[in-house]
């Protein structure tokens, strides 16, 4: 899946959550999610990965949980910026497709 349809996927997602949160988190690939420097508490971080997961599933037929023992065990965190993010939803969704 080519990165470019994962970051809009992420990208719409984020409009959605800025939206509803009345927030306005820059759709950036450095931008910090979480952790150090990052713009989102727990709960909101928890918020927009349901709406990335939900609109995978509706728009590329991918019902995908990106939450995970693995994803905990990552040496980089896959929440730290909007790039890790991204790359870390290609991996699932290619290792899925495997």
Do not use: W
């Amino acid at each position: 899946m080519p990165l470019n349809e994962i970051y809009n996927i992420v990208y719409e997602s984020i409009d959605q959550f800025n939206e509803i949160n009345e927030r306005n988190l820059e759709k950036s690939p450095d931008t910090v999610l979480f952790g150090a420097g990052g713009h989102l508490e727990s709960i909101e971080l928890v918020t927009l990965i349901i709406e990335i997961e939900d609109n995978i599933d509706d728009q590329l037929d991918h019902c995908i949980s990106i939450v995970s023992e693995k994803a905990m065990s990552q040496s980089v965190s896959p929440f730290q910026t909007i790039e890790t993010l991204v790359n870390y939803i290609q991996l699932i969704i290619t290792e899925g497709d495997n």
